[in-house]
């Protein structure tokens, strides 16, 4: 569903959409041509982008499950295995990614790490 533009539009775009948007939420409203603009997607800023979701798949799909319980019970192991000594290492390259931005003012950075 695509509001009533169908031009591949999500819902929230639509301007009746924002509109009630901002009657309901006035100066609060954080997004697309809002009070405050949403920050660019970064993966670099991301820490279920850069870290999580590439190492789930990888642990889940080390062999193709046979079966969609399989692939659930793997999905669901593989998350129990992550360490508080990894969610440790992810926070500090995290606040190191953070810092970047920060010193590129919020603009592109490359990240070689």
Same mark, same amino acid.
């Given at each position: 569903?695509? *509001? !009533? #533009?169908?031009?591949? !539009?999500? +819902?929230? #775009?639509?301007?009746? $959409?924002?509109?009630? $948007?901002?009657?309901?939420?006035? @100066? @609060? =409203?954080?997004?697309? *041509?809002?009070?405050?603009?949403?920050? +660019?997607?970064?993966?670099?800023?991301? +820490?279920?982008? /850069? /870290?999580?979701?590439?190492?789930?798949?990888?642990?889940?799909?080390?062999? &193709? +499950?046979?079966?969609?319980?399989?692939?659930?019970?793997?999905?669901?192991?593989?998350?129990?295995?992550? !360490? &508080?000594?990894?969610?440790?290492?992810? @926070? %500090?390259?995290?606040? !190191?990614? =953070?810092?970047?931005? $920060?010193?590129?003012?919020?603009?592109?950075?490359?990240?070689? %790490?």
């Amino acid at each position: 569903m695509y *509001g !009533s #533009k169908h031009d591949g !539009s999500p +819902p929230h #775009k639509v301007s009746s $959409i924002q509109q009630c $948007i901002r009657d309901t939420f006035q @100066q @609060q =409203v954080f997004g697309y *041509g809002g009070c405050v603009e949403w920050p +660019p997607r970064s993966p670099d800023l991301n +820490p279920l982008d /850069f /870290f999580l979701w590439g190492y789930i798949k990888q642990r889940v799909y080390a062999t &193709p +499950p046979p079966t969609l319980q399989e692939l659930r019970n793997r999905s669901t192991d593989t998350c129990a295995s992550v !360490s &508080p000594a990894m969610l440790y290492n992810v @926070q %500090r390259e995290v606040q !190191s990614r =953070v810092q970047m931005c $920060i010193v590129a003012e919020g603009h592109h950075f490359e990240h070689d %790490r």
